[in-house]
């Protein structure tokens, strides 16, 4: 009864928040460079790409699915919007293009689960692996640099005093949680996760909104590609490789539940910033990358153990 | 038999199933009425499960008429008998547990405001309006609902049955694996249903909850209706040696006589 959802989910995100806050004074006192600007405006344009495809795995996974095509999306997206210009299109057709490359990527990830009912695990598996062997032939597997700065500026430039990346996260994320929390497709992804059954029962199109969630995360994964592409000036074919990986992770420590049916966008954002200031503090304190992938992984581990412990408490409470 | 010579919201009549060789229903006829409760019972296999599938268009029948308000059917589909009013409630399939009550309630008809939004307060006020015509009691609206009592659980199923244009609510054993008192709290709302004079048709094996509850007892065996009683008119024993055999009810043929 007191373990409500809202509880449970302010919880979740109340501890991440001050795992975040306790792990930045614990930072700052082992480095002093670790509190300048600079270093927390790095840690905010690194937290970027695995928020925005976390907004969107975050979705899928609330929707009962999840996507691991999102790396290899950011990648072909990045790819057709660097070809583009360089076949001489302006930046901004550019990035339509290579956005609707990704919404198409989506449109078929959720076709095809929604229609033929194939687990989303594996059409997205398969998915991450024609999309990105596409990538690397359009590519000829090479990677394409130099775009105009229209294009760079959305990868490197500044809104104000944050870098352009933050400011375009910081919209997805929001527009993400008004969507999960405010409109009836989000209810509805939720219900989906939760119980599908009981979603058709009620008269909705559930591969409609199939469809709609793994569309919506291919959106998510072509902006990673944009600002993966414009920040380094160059379209890598084998960029985004493993992001999946982190989109997951960063929407499991924020609270999503990899049963479906719940799932929390501030979670998710309170998370990426989180994984981004402990690898920020393990490399500026000069520790090796491996021990961070070692303490990453156990650190997802625990979230998700606490996570099962918590609702199969609510489960125990409900019989 | 007949209440106060209202006519029937719901006739069944001849229907017959079978499974490959199992007669599951042998020349149901049936008529449910608003402001009634109608217990279905009878031993396991009796055919009540399958008999309530029917009429709610997940099982199309091999022979025989459904009219729900004079408008007949020969193939009853799902949407068309939730259309018409009939709607069967499922606890386990028609509740999404990790949502609230208010969610729960309004799932696929959510109120919406300034285009594309849920109108959360509106759909709650609704819900509060909703539980207390019903005399649901339910502590609060915000909590996911599977951390509710299974009662409470079942009151809500109830309830979005009603929301969404529920006149005829089917309940399959709505109390089976309850305790004393959440199976009260179900009667109570049932026998509300039928003051507000919504028809209810009663799948249940307890016997003395259905004498507590129902207007008319049918009594399935076998596939056949066997008795279709007052509740007022019989007691116990004779639903039991009705249910098992040892009294033989009417012959489908003289029920069907007597009926026309
Ligand atoms: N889908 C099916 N396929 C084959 N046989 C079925 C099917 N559904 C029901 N039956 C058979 O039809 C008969 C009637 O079953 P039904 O489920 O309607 O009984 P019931 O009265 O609801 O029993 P219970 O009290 O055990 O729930 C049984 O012999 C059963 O085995
Ligand atoms: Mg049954």
């Not at chain 1, 590609?225 to 084998?238: I, Q």
């Not at chain 2, 649901?136 to 409470?152: A, D, E, T």
Request: hydrophobic share 50%; glycine share 10%; with cysteine.
């Amino acid at each position: 009864m007191f373990c409500s959802g809202n509880y449970r989910r302010f919880s979740t995100q109340g501890l991440l928040l001050l795992a975040l806050l306790g792990l930045m004074i614990i930072m700052s006192f082992s480095s002093p460079y670790f509190m300048k600007w600079d270093n927390l405006r790095n840690i905010l344009d690194q937290s970027t790409l695995n928020i925005l495809v976390g907004v969107g795995m975050t979705m899928v996974i609330c929707a009962g699915g999840i996507d691991l095509s999102v790396g290899a999306v950011a990648a072909l997206a990045g790819a057709v919007m660097g070809l583009a210009m360089h076949a001489g299109y302006s930046a901004y057709l550019a990035i339509a293009a290579g956005l609707m490359v990704a919404v198409l990527s989506g449109l078929v990830n959720g076709g095809l689960t929604a229609y033929l009912r194939i687990t989303p695990f594996i059409v997205t598996l398969a998915s991450l692996s024609i999309i990105r062997g596409l990538t690397l032939i359009i590519t000829g597997a090479i990677p394409i640099s130099s775009f105009p700065s229209t294009f760079t500026g959305l990868g490197s430039g500044s809104l104000g005093i944050f870098p352009a990346p933050v400011v375009l996260t910081a919209l997805v994320a929001a527009a993400g949680a008004v969507l999960l929390n405010l409109t009836p497709s989000g209810y509805y992804f939720q219900a989906m996760g939760g119980n599908e059954e009981a979603l058709r029962r009620s008269g909705i199109s559930v591969p409609r909104y199939k469809i709609l969630v793994y569309v919506l995360s291919a959106c998510c994964a072509g902006l990673a590609g944009l600002v993966l592409t414009a920040r380094l000036n160059c379209a890598d074919p084998t960029a985004g490789y493993m992001l999946e990986m982190d989109a997951i992770a960063t929407a499991v420590l924020g609270g999503t539940s990899m049963r479906g049916g719940q799932g929390s966008m501030a979670g998710t954002v309170i998370a990426g910033l989180l994984l981004a200031v402990l690898r920020n503090g393990l490399t500026i304190n000069s520790i090796a990358s491996y021990y961070q992938q070692v303490l990453v992984g156990v650190i997802i581990l625990a979230a998700v153990v606490i996570s099962e412990l918590r609702s199969k408490r609510v489960e125990e409470a409900a019989l | 038999m007949k209440t106060n010579g209202q006519a029937a919201v719901l006739n069944l009549f001849n229907i017959s199933k079978s499974f490959g060789n199992i007669q599951a229903l042998d020349r149901v006829s049936l008529e449910v009425f608003s402001g009634q409760v109608l217990a279905l019972v009878g031993d396991n296999g009796a055919g009540k499960s399958t008999l309530i599938k029917i009429l709610s268009g997940v099982y199309a029948a091999d022979a025989g008429e459904i009219s729900i308000r004079g408008q007949v059917f020969k193939h009853l589909t799902p949407a068309r008998a939730m259309q018409s009013g009939i709607t069967t409630v499922y606890q386990d399939l028609s509740l999404v547990n990790g949502r609230d009550a208010v969610s729960n309630v309004f799932l696929g008809k959510e109120h919406r405001k300034a285009g594309y939004f849920v109108d959360r307060r509106r759909m709650e006020r609704e819900t509060r309006h909703l539980l207390d015509r019903l005399h649901i009691n339910i502590p609060s609206l915000k909590v996911p609902v599977g951390s509710l009592s299974g009662g409470q659980r079942q009151a809500l199923a109830v309830a979005r049955a009603i929301h969404q244009g529920g006149k005829i609510i089917v309940l399959d054993e709505p109390t089976a694996a309850m305790g004393i008192k959440e199976s009260q709290q179900v009667m109570a709302l049932i026998s509300n249903l039928r003051e507000q004079g919504y028809a209810v048709v009663l799948v249940s094996h307890h016997l003395p909850q259905v004498f507590a509850l129902a207007d008319r007892l049918c009594i399935m065996r076998h596939g056949s209706l066997v008795a279709d009683l007052p509740t007022g008119s019989t007691n116990l024993e004779e639903v039991v040696a009705l249910m098992t055999g040892i009294k033989a009810g009417l012959p489908t043929e003289v029920r069907k006589v007597a009926g026309n």
